[in-house]
């Protein structure tokens, strides 16, 4: 399943540094979901990995900052997409 190989992918994007998580690492990861579940026809997914995509950009850019609250949010994502 596309949806669990990309979500070890965010997962380790999410390992990164002391700091936060890896953002580029996660902007590319969650790119990669989008077109496995545009392919697939998976709208759940597709939408996933647009906000995941689109929170990545977010901490490229400095327009968002990486806290618990978010760490956590990130984190039920992923785990919805393991079901």
């Known amino acids: 399943n596309d949806a669990r190989k990309y ?6 994007a999410l390992e990164g540094e002391a ?9 590319r ?6 077109h496995a ?13 647009a906000v995941l995509q689109k929170t990545a950009v977010q901490l490229l850019a400095g327009k968002r900052s990486w806290t618990t609250e978010l ?12 079901t």
């Open 19 to 27: 700091g936060g998580p890896d953002a580029d690492m996660l902007r």
């Open 7 to 12: 979500g070890a992918r965010l997962r380790n």
């Open 71 to 82: 760490a956590g949010q990130i984190e039920t994502v992923l785990l919805d997409l393991d």
């Open 37 to 49: 579940a545009l392919l697939a026809n998976q709208e759940a997914v597709l939408h996933a990995a």
């Open 29 to 34: 990861a969650s790119k990669r979901l989008h």
